[in-house]
Structure formats: C-alpha cells, structure tokens
C-alpha cells in the first residue's frame, strides 16, 4: 500500500476518489467520538476524519500522538461549507479514514513541530531535524533548491562547465585561517581545506576549460560573527578571455535567475555601478544600501571657515568634516540625536556627532549655530540638502572614522529609525576599482584587499611598479581590477580581473612581502603553471547562503542552510567539533597538548 498523494495534493475534484496518504501527525483534535488529525509532509497538510462509525478504526486513532508516521487509506469526501478552510489547498476536502498503519512512532517532542511554536535557538539547533519539518524551513531549502538549480541553468547556457575541485588541498590565501587535515600516510604533514577554490579555478583556466563554475563549499577558520558559518557556498565562477563586463553579465544573468526562481521577483538589469571611491565619498563605506538616499556630504571647506572649535581642531589635523540630512529630524529630541545617534557612530572611533536643526521658519539651533553666519549655514544646508523641519548631523575627524561612523549612522537611521529602506526592495550596486593594497596595522606591511591573483588597473600599473613597500609608498593609490557586488548593504560577491602575467605577478608577492622561497613553496605549482600560456581571465564568486537567505528577509544564514553551526563554530546536534581517540591520533603523528592559558 503505497502513498497514491501527497499530504498537499487532494482537492475539491477528487471528491470520491479512494487514496492513500503518508506522513506525519500534525496534531491530534479528539472529541471523543468524532477525531481529527492533520496529516504533514513536505508538500501540506490534509485533515484526516475518523468516524464514530468505524469505532475498532477510532479505537486505535485514539493511541496516536504528535508526530508519529501514518500511513492511511481512505476515501476524499468534501467539507461541510461552514468547515471549509480557504487558507489551505487541501481545505476544501477531507480523508475519511478506511485503515491505517502505523508505520513509526515518535517519543515525545522537545519542542511543537509548527512555525508559531517559540523555541530557543539552542533546542533547534540540538534537534535540528526536528527544526527541519517545521513548514517554514522547509519552504527555506525548497526555495534555496529553487535558486541553485536555475543558476545551474543560467551557467550552462552561458556555457560553462560544472567542475569539481579538491575539499584536500593546499592552502589559497583569502585571509581568514585555514582548517587543517592530518595526513595519516605523509606524516607531520597537511591538507588545508579550501578557503575558496581560488587558485584550481584559475588553473581551470590554464587549462583551457575556458568557463568554469561550481556550487563550491569554503572553509575559514575566523572567530565568528552572529551571521557567519565556518563552511559557506558560493557560486564559483571563471572565464578566460573575458573582462569585467563579461563576468557582470554572467553574473546579473544568474542573480535574475536566482530571484525570478527563489521569490518570483524580477530584478531590473543592468545593476547600476559605482566607484569605490564614490561609494566613500557619498556612502562613506564599500556597501551602500542604496533603498534610500541621505547621501552625505562632504563640509570641510565651509567648517573650516567658521570658529567652532570641534570642526577647526579636525581640520588642522588633515581630518575632514562630513554631514548628513535627517528628514524630519527637527522633531528628534536630545536624546536621538546626542546619544543614539552618537552610540551607533561610537564604535568607529566617533567622539561626537554635531547637529543642526532647521526649523520650519528656517531659524538653524544646535551647538554650532552661534559660530556660524547665516550664509554660512545656508551654504551648508544647501549642500546637505537639508530643508525647513530636517536636521543635519556632522562628524569631524580623520577620514576613516568620518566615513566609518556616518555610514553606520546613514544605515540607521535609513533601515531602522526612519524606515524608508524596504524589506522587500532589492538594490544591487557594482562597486569597482577598489584599492589594490591595504597597509595592515598589525602586521606592519601591505595586504591584498582582495586576494593576491587580482590585477592592477591598468591605468595604475606604472603607479605600482615603481611604489616602495613602506607604510606612506603609495601603494595605497594603486586601485586593482577588483569588484564586489553589493546588495541592500550587504556584500554578496567579490571577484577581479586575474593576473595572468608571471611578472605582474611576481610584483604584487614582493608589494606584499611573501619571500620567493615562500612564493615557491606555497604557490610554486600557480606561478609556474602562469608560465605555460595563461589566457586573460576573470572570474567572481556570489555567496548562495546570504543571498537566499537575504531574499527570504532573514538576517541569519543559519536559516537557509539544513545542518548549521552555531555562532561558536559547534554542530550541537552531533557535538562537532569532536574528541578522537588516541590511537586515532596516534596513526596521524599528531599529540594533544594543554591549551595555554
Ligand atoms: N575567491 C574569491 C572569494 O572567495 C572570489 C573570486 O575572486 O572569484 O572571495
């Protein structure tokens, strides 16, 4: 006796029919004589009757509880008109049960199978499969199915080929840690899992497969953030002789797809483009959210004509002074605007915000007003933007913490205090010609700001050539042939235009201090292999978990994927990471030793 329907399928045309359904019991609503139960799977729910007129049949429905698997023959009969349920497909039938078996019995549950049941993030993740049959996850991953089956459409009919790379690899530098694997056979020796199949998918290319993509899993040991997974999936993609309009359009291509096939909406294309360097200037960070304005802008030439002190001290340190409108903000109290617009630009180094408000007779009040002539202030506002009933806020300091604190005030005042960015609204921007090079405080020496196979701009290489490698060289002029593409604030894809010349590449390892021992030791195999006839190249990778789950409206990509980790790294359902017995780790050369403190 084989299911002949789903739990989501029957409807008011198969009145009569006799079938069988399997699944899970929702719910059991027993008045004695008469019985209900809710019968779930993946694709809904069907009410199943049993009748007073079958009381052996009722007798057993009586022992069944939550969650046990049945498996039951009946006949479809229509509702009652007042006990059709129009919020469900299957409401206007019901199964009137013949027979059932029980095919499987549930102990009882630690938490409601349904989306309104409340449940620690801790329970759902100890029972995640549990978690899984709530309807709301399983409408996440048939959506994310959705998603990475039409990018595979869309890659194939942009001919690319599906290839798989090594999970057992060397390490590729993406600047996070990399997890490690014994080797049992080559003692005291390692594979690193891949931070990404950087380097395998640009030797694709060296190897004339030409268009290369994989739903690709990454690895990086980083101390967690809330929203981020130790292992993640991109949508890994290359192609040879192609620049960055060709990876865009591929790239959009698959996006529409992705949003058409997950959501049903259709995103328009192109995506518009922005500089870095505009983005700093009217964004004040990398990853506009561009679902509203408040722009900023940049003051210092008027700020620093007046005396107030906070903007003059700024600028004489080589600091800049950057304002932003608040719509509406004359009505925001003290309060707003001295300590919760104040707390969101604190942790970016902001000592103050000052503020301005215009009132509806166009009278200015706030701390700077008295140091400043009218003109002066108009000027500003103009500038601003800024009109009867706003209020402006400025920050006055070094570039980065300007930048930094605006943007974040920008954000919040955009997506949580005024509201005018949409949940449902998706913005993707193009950010390009990014620096190449970033000078790391901490280790006193330059980094790639994206990874090292990303390309000068060509109208820079000549800046870099020539560049020493100390902190004030310049090297930070020098932009690369990197981008990254931004949706509603978030980064969702980096990529670049590779070096494809062994020299140029050979720089870029000097410009960051890597020895050439430690070049031929780590990348030997790539550089050599750029020798051997590199076509141009050009590649990208879109991360599938934040998409989809940004297109779903979660902030947490734990929601989109079956068996997460949770924000220390652990499985709680299987308690990985896990102890390994000695003699395990014996036959691999390696020796607990005690953490130090
Ligand atoms: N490997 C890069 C990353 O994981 C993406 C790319 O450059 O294609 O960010």
Redesign the pocket.
């Given at each position: 006796m084989k299911r002949t329907h789903t739990c989501g399928e029957l409807r008011k045309s198969d009145v009569g029919q006799t079938v069988t359904l399997a699944g899970w019991v929702q719910n059991r609503r027993d008045h004695g004589g008469l019985m209900f139960i809710d019968l779930r799977d993946r694709y809904g729910l069907t009410q199943i009757v049993f009748d007073t007129a079958r009381p052996e049949v009722l007798k057993l429905g009586h022992e069944v509880r939550a969650e046990w698997v049945l498996q039951v023959a009946g006949k479809v009969l229509a509702r009652p008109g007042d006990m059709v349920n129009p919020k469900m497909a299957t409401g206007e039938i019901e199964l009137e049960v013949d027979a059932f078996n029980v095919l499987s019995r549930s102990i009882a549950l630690p938490f409601e199978v349904d989306d309104y049941a409340k449940v620690g993030e801790e329970a759902r993740m100890t029972y995640r499969y549990l978690d899984l049959r709530r309807p709301r996850m399983q409408k996440n991953l048939a959506a994310r199915h959705r998603v990475v089956h039409a990018i595979r459409e869309t890659m194939a009919r942009h001919g690319f080929l599906e290839i798989e790379t090594p999970i057992l690899a060397k390490s590729t530098p993406?600047g996070a840690r990399d997890y490690l694997v014994p080797s049992r056979v080559h003692w005291g020796r390692y594979y690193a899992l891949p931070?990404?199949?950087?380097l395998f998918?640009q030797l694709c290319m060296i190897g004339g497969l030409d268009r290369y993509y994989q739903i690709a899993r990454?690895f990086r040991d980083e101390d967690l953030r809330a929203d981020r997974q130790p292992e993640f999936t991109?949508l890994?993609?290359?192609m040879s002789f192609a620049d960055q309009e060709d990876v865009f359009l591929v790239c959009e291509d698959a996006m529409k797809a992705a949003f058409g096939a997950g959501i049903g909406v259709d995103l328009a294309m192109p995506f518009p483009r922005m500089s870095y360097a505009d983005a700093m200037a009217k964004y004040g960070c990398d990853k506009p959210d561009l679902r509203f304005g408040l722009e900023l802008s940049e003051v210092t030439d008027l700020a620093a004509a007046a005396e107030f002190k906070v903007f003059r001290a700024a600028v004489a340190q080589g600091g800049i002074v950057k304002g932003i409108v608040i719509p509406g903000g004359e009505s925001f109290s003290r309060r707003d605007l001295d300590v919760e617009l104040l707390d969101i630009a604190k942790p970016y180094g902001a000592k103050g915000l000052a503020w301005v408000k215009i009132g509806s007779d166009g009278a200015y009040a706030g701390a700077p007003v008295k140091f400043f002539g009218k003109e002066q202030l108009d000027a500003i506002a103009a500038r601003l933007r800024a009109k009867p009933g706003d209020a402006m806020a400025f920050s006055a300091d070094q570039p980065r913490v300007v930048n930094a604190g605006l943007a974040a005030v920008r954000n919040f005042l955009g997506q949580a205090k005024l509201g005018l960015a949409k949940p449902d609204d998706f913005k993707f921007v193009w950010i390009t010609e990014f620096p190449a090079f970033e000078w790391s405080l901490e280790d006193k020496r330059w980094q790639s700001a994206?990874?090292p196979f990303?390309s000068i701009h060509p109208d820079d290489v000549d800046i870099m050539l020539s560049a020493g490698l100390d902190a004030d060289s310049g090297l930070d002029r020098v932009r690369s042939a990197a981008y990254d593409l931004v949706l509603n604030g978030t980064e969702t894809a980096?990529?670049?235009v590779r070096i494809h010349d062994p020299q140029l590449q050979r720089k870029v390892f000097q410009a960051l201090g890597v020895a050439p021992d430690q070049i031929k030791e780590r990348f030997g195999f790539f550089t050599d292999a750029l020798r051997y006839g590199t076509p141009p190249h050009a590649?990208?990778?879109p991360g599938i978990d934040r998409i989809v789950a940004m297109m779903l409206g979660y902030d947490n990509i734990r929601e989109v994927i079956a068996f997460p980790k949770n924000a220390k790294a652990v499985d709680l359902m299987s308690d990985a990471p896990g102890n390994v017995d000695a003699k395990q780790l014996g036959e691999l050369g390696v020796k607990n030793v005690e953490k130090p403190e």
């Amino acid at each position: 006796m084989k299911r002949t329907h789903t739990c989501g399928e029957l409807r008011k045309s198969d009145v009569g029919q006799t079938v069988t359904l399997a699944g899970w019991v929702q719910n059991r609503r027993d008045h004695g004589g008469l019985m209900f139960i809710d019968l779930r799977d993946r694709y809904g729910l069907t009410q199943i009757v049993f009748d007073t007129a079958r009381p052996e049949v009722l007798k057993l429905g009586h022992e069944v509880r939550a969650e046990w698997v049945l498996q039951v023959a009946g006949k479809v009969l229509a509702r009652p008109g007042d006990m059709v349920n129009p919020k469900m497909a299957t409401g206007e039938i019901e199964l009137e049960v013949d027979a059932f078996n029980v095919l499987s019995r549930s102990i009882a549950l630690p938490f409601e199978v349904d989306d309104y049941a409340k449940v620690g993030e801790e329970a759902r993740m100890t029972y995640r499969y549990l978690d899984l049959r709530r309807p709301r996850m399983q409408k996440n991953l048939a959506a994310r199915h959705r998603v990475v089956h039409a990018i595979r459409e869309t890659m194939a009919r942009h001919g690319f080929l599906e290839i798989e790379t090594p999970i057992l690899a060397k390490s590729t530098p993406e600047g996070a840690r990399d997890y490690l694997v014994p080797s049992r056979v080559h003692w005291g020796r390692y594979y690193a899992l891949p931070q990404s199949p950087q380097l395998f998918k640009q030797l694709c290319m060296i190897g004339g497969l030409d268009r290369y993509y994989q739903i690709a899993r990454c690895f990086r040991d980083e101390d967690l953030r809330a929203d981020r997974q130790p292992e993640f999936t991109q949508l890994d993609l290359e192609m040879s002789f192609a620049d960055q309009e060709d990876v865009f359009l591929v790239c959009e291509d698959a996006m529409k797809a992705a949003f058409g096939a997950g959501i049903g909406v259709d995103l328009a294309m192109p995506f518009p483009r922005m500089s870095y360097a505009d983005a700093m200037a009217k964004y004040g960070c990398d990853k506009p959210d561009l679902r509203f304005g408040l722009e900023l802008s940049e003051v210092t030439d008027l700020a620093a004509a007046a005396e107030f002190k906070v903007f003059r001290a700024a600028v004489a340190q080589g600091g800049i002074v950057k304002g932003i409108v608040i719509p509406g903000g004359e009505s925001f109290s003290r309060r707003d605007l001295d300590v919760e617009l104040l707390d969101i630009a604190k942790p970016y180094g902001a000592k103050g915000l000052a503020w301005v408000k215009i009132g509806s007779d166009g009278a200015y009040a706030g701390a700077p007003v008295k140091f400043f002539g009218k003109e002066q202030l108009d000027a500003i506002a103009a500038r601003l933007r800024a009109k009867p009933g706003d209020a402006m806020a400025f920050s006055a300091d070094q570039p980065r913490v300007v930048n930094a604190g605006l943007a974040a005030v920008r954000n919040f005042l955009g997506q949580a205090k005024l509201g005018l960015a949409k949940p449902d609204d998706f913005k993707f921007v193009w950010i390009t010609e990014f620096p190449a090079f970033e000078w790391s405080l901490e280790d006193k020496r330059w980094q790639s700001a994206h990874h090292p196979f990303t390309s000068i701009h060509p109208d820079d290489v000549d800046i870099m050539l020539s560049a020493g490698l100390d902190a004030d060289s310049g090297l930070d002029r020098v932009r690369s042939a990197a981008y990254d593409l931004v949706l509603n604030g978030t980064e969702t894809a980096s990529g670049s235009v590779r070096i494809h010349d062994p020299q140029l590449q050979r720089k870029v390892f000097q410009a960051l201090g890597v020895a050439p021992d430690q070049i031929k030791e780590r990348f030997g195999f790539f550089t050599d292999a750029l020798r051997y006839g590199t076509p141009p190249h050009a590649g990208i990778a879109p991360g599938i978990d934040r998409i989809v789950a940004m297109m779903l409206g979660y902030d947490n990509i734990r929601e989109v994927i079956a068996f997460p980790k949770n924000a220390k790294a652990v499985d709680l359902m299987s308690d990985a990471p896990g102890n390994v017995d000695a003699k395990q780790l014996g036959e691999l050369g390696v020796k607990n030793v005690e953490k130090p403190e």
